[in-house]
């Protein structure tokens, strides 16, 4: 049976079979140290996350959906711009189901989706829907043809590479965790915000205690 060359099993095929371990983690490092070079002059070179970054703040509930792995990303995103922001909301992790956001679309709340090659149904129908009902769209994709790209209102398109049978998350964090930082830092509120959540954290006794200096 052959393997379409892009899915997982194609990947295995092509870059793990039949490869000693040493081999493949010598070849997986290889790839990765040259796609975090690539990621970080990408990040330097283009302003699509400093967009991205004035959308999400300016917004006033902001909606994070994906699908898949691509769920992983958005929750990762969801959590850590909810440190600085308010009404921050991940869909389809089972509290919020995207029948009710698209059911109740307001003025100043925006769509956050992650879609990553092989670009999930789900995430691609209902982000296309929201469109279709006037809400703006931030589409955080791998490729400057994939689905949503010609509907979002801005995107950040990511390259994503791999040595293994699963694409590499590499440059999908480091553009995540700069979205955050730059959207945190020009939010008035998020010092604020995060001063109240780590006394919270403390009054609730929600971390085990470490002695940093060890």
């Known amino acids: 049976m052959t393997s379409h060359p892009s899915t997982p099993s194609g990947r295995f095929d092509r870059n793990v079979q039949r490869r000693s371990a040493q081999v493949l983690k010598q070849r997986v490092l290889e790839q990765q140290r040259e796609e975090f070079e690539k990621a970080l002059a990408w990040a330097a070179e283009q302003d699509a996350i400093e967009r991205a970054a004035a959308l999400i703040v300016s917004a006033r509930r902001r909606y994070l959906l994906g699908y898949?792995?691509?769920l992983a990303y958005a929750s990762m995103?969801?959590?850590?711009l909810s440190a600085?922001?308010?009404g921050v909301h991940l869909v389809g992790d089972?509290?919020?189901r995207a029948l009710?956001?698209?059911?109740?679309?307001?003025?100043?709340?925006l769509l956050v989706a992650v879609s990553m090659s092989r670009y999930r149904r789900e995430t691609v129908d209902v982000a296309a829907a929201y469109v279709r009902r006037g809400g703006d769209l931030v589409l955080i994709t791998d490729a400057d043809d994939a689905p949503l790209a010609a509907v979002a209102t801005t995107s950040i398109v990511i390259g994503a590479g791999s040595?293994?049978?699963?694409?590499s998350p590499t440059s999908v964090a480091l553009a995540l965790h700069l979205l955050a930082t730059l959207t945190i830092a020009s939010s008035k509120g998020a010092g604020r915000r995060?001063?109240?959540?780590?006394?919270?954290a403390a009054?609730?006794?929600?971390?085990a205690e470490h002695d940093d200096q060890n």
């Open 77 to 80: 995103l969801a959590t850590d």
């Open 100 to 109: 009710d956001v698209l059911s109740d679309i307001r003025q100043g709340d």
């Open 194 to 200: 995060l001063h109240q959540r780590d006394e919270l």
């Open 68 to 70: 898949g792995k691509s």
């Open 84 to 86: 600085g922001l308010s």
């Open 163 to 167: 040595a293994s049978y699963a694409n």
């Open 94 to 96: 089972g509290s919020l």
């Open 203 to 207: 009054e609730l006794g929600l971390y």
